[in-house]
């Protein structure tokens, strides 16, 4: 992991755990199709920097259809249909923030200004979802959630959904702010998450820090 994660992570890869992790997802890459490809499984620590966190956005599980995951959160490659969760996040920041949205879900302009989008699970088998739960990728992105959680400078933690809100447990509240709601998904999303403007809050909790706010606009 050549960034500047590495000396907050690398007594991870040293442990039990992450051996028995890797050949479990290499013995299901060579019978399956695994998402998001190999190169592409750290793409959130890779395009957002330790030293330049500013938001974390966390989720559960990569998208298990073809071409969608490509290894940050919520996030799917151009050229790939806009999935509901997604949709619906477009949704609350045209009426949070008044930008249209863009035409496709690529969320990679946000990771590089600072915003984690990492999943709680790094992979997951084609067309079943939640299928590489409970095999070591938990223990290895609580310990991310705990090394930001280290961070001196304030970070904002987004959690949406039950699963995510119980990850507030690992975040001191009194040095972070926490923004949690429902989850956006169309199951849940008119239960508390349109309408709850996580896009502004997050940018004025940041402001009132003295970071630099999340431009949540995508080019097209």
Known sequence: MPTDWNPHLRDEFAKPYWDDLQQFVRAERDQHTVYPPAGEVFSALHLTSYA?????ILGQDPYHGPNQAHGLCFSVRHGVPVPPSL???YKEIRSDLGIEPPRHGNLQHWATQGVLLLNATL???AGQAGSHQG???ETFTDQV???VNDKTDPVVFILWGA???KKKALIDTERHVVIESAHPSPLSAHNGFLGSKPFSRANEALQARGRQPIDWRLPE
């Open 52 to 56: 330049n966190t500013r938001v974390m």
């Open 87 to 89: 949709a619906n996040m």
């Open 135 to 137: 095999k070591g990728w």
């Open 123 to 125: 992979t997951v088998r």
């Open 145 to 147: 959630i705990r090394v």
């Open 163 to 165: 699963y995510a809100r």
